[in-house]
C-alpha cells in the first residue's frame, strides 16, 4: 500500500475542461512534487513545493497550475489541455527541504487522457 | 548538470538466474543515487539508496547495489530473480547542494522481462 494517495486513478477531460489532479501524503514530509510521465519515459519534474512554497517549476505550460493548500495536500489544476498533454501525473513526497539526498515516495499516479 | 544513464532498455532473466542492472551518473559531486522499480500501471517503489559510507547497500525485495565512483556508476544487483520481478527499473540521482528541495533525475529506464 502506498503511503501517498492520488486521486483520480483515471480521468478522461475534453480540452475546454476543468479539473484537479489531489495527492495526500501523511507521513508529515515537508516537500512534495509532481511529476509527469509519458510511456515507456522516464518520470519528469515538474513542480517542487517545499514548505508549501513553490520551490521548483520546470518551465511547465501555464495550463498547469499548482496548489499546496497545507503540508499533507498538493493539488494540480488543469486547464485547456492538449491532447499531448495525455499521461501518467506522478505525486511524490520527501522529508524537510532537501529533497536531493531524502528519498521520494510516490503514489500510484493519475492517467490522464486528454480527447 | 547531473545525468543518468542507463544503457541497457530490455533485458531479459530466465527465472532463478542472477540479475545485473547497469547504471551511470554524471555529477560534480557526490551524488545521492537511488534505484526505483515501476510495475504497469503503477507508481514508483524505492528499491534502495546510497547517500555515504558503505558502498555496497542492500534494498528491498532482495536486491542490492554498489556505488563504484571510480567508474560512476550504481549497479543493481539480484542473485536470483522471481518471476514478479518483471517491471521498470529506473536509477535516478539527487542534486545534493542542499538548500531546498529538489526533484531527481531519472535515467531512461530498464524493462526486466523473466523467462519461465
Known amino acids: 500500500d502506498t503511503e501517498v494517495t492520488q486521486t483520480p486513478k483515471h480521468l478522461v477531460m475534453g480540452m475546454t475542461n476543468k479539473k484537479s489532479l489531489k495527492c495526500e501524503q501523511h507521513?508529515?514530509?515537508?516537500?512534495m512534487y509532481w511529476y509527469k510521465q509519458k510511456a515507456k519515459k522516464p518520470p519528469e519534474l515538474m513542480f517542487v513545493?517545499?514548505?508549501?512554497?513553490?520551490?521548483i517549476n520546470e518551465s511547465v505550460p501555464s495550463r498547469f497550475s499548482p496548489e499546496c493548500p497545507n503540508s499533507s495536500l498538493l493539488n494540480l489544476h488543469l486547464h485547456a489541455l492538449q491532447p499531448e498533454d495525455s499521461a501518467l501525473y506522478l505525486c511524490?513526497?520527501?522529508?524537510?527541504?532537501?529533497?536531493?539526498?531524502?528519498?521520494?515516495?510516490f503514489g500510484d499516479g493519475t492517467r490522464l487522457s486528454i480527447l | 548538470a547531473q545525468s543518468v544513464t542507463q544503457p541497457d532498455i530490455h533485458i531479459t532473466v530466465s527465472e532463478g538466474a542472477s540479475l545485473e542492472l547497469r547504471c551511470n551518473y554524471s555529477?560534480?559531486?557526490?551524488?545521492?543515487l537511488f534505484w526505483y522499480v515501476q510495475s504497469p500501471g503503477q507508481g514508483l517503489q524505492l528499491l534502495l539508496k546510497?547517500?555515504?559510507?558503505?558502498?555496497l547497500v542492500q534494498g528491498i525485495k532482495g536486491f542490492e547495489a554498489e556505488f563504484k565512483r571510480s567508474q560512476s556508476s550504481f549497479n543493481l544487483r539480484k542473485p536470483s530473480v522471481h518471476w514478479s520481478d518483471a517491471a521498470e527499473y529506473f536509477c535516478?540521482?539527487?542534486?545534493?547542494?542542499?538548500?531546498?528541495?529538489?526533484?531527481?533525475?531519472f535515467g531512461k529506464g530498464t524493462h526486466l522481462i523473466i523467462q519461465p
Open positions: 511524490a513526497s520527501s522529508q524537510g527541504g532537501t529533497g536531493g539526498n531524502q528519498p521520494q515516495h
Open positions: 507521513m508529515g514530509h515537508r516537500a
Open positions: 513545493y517545499s514548505y508549501e512554497k513553490l520551490s
Open positions: 555529477y560534480g559531486a557526490t551524488p545521492y
Open positions: 546510497y547517500f555515504s559510507g558503505d558502498t
Open positions: 535516478a540521482v539527487g542534486e545534493g547542494s542542499g538548500g531546498g528541495a529538489d526533484g531527481l533525475t
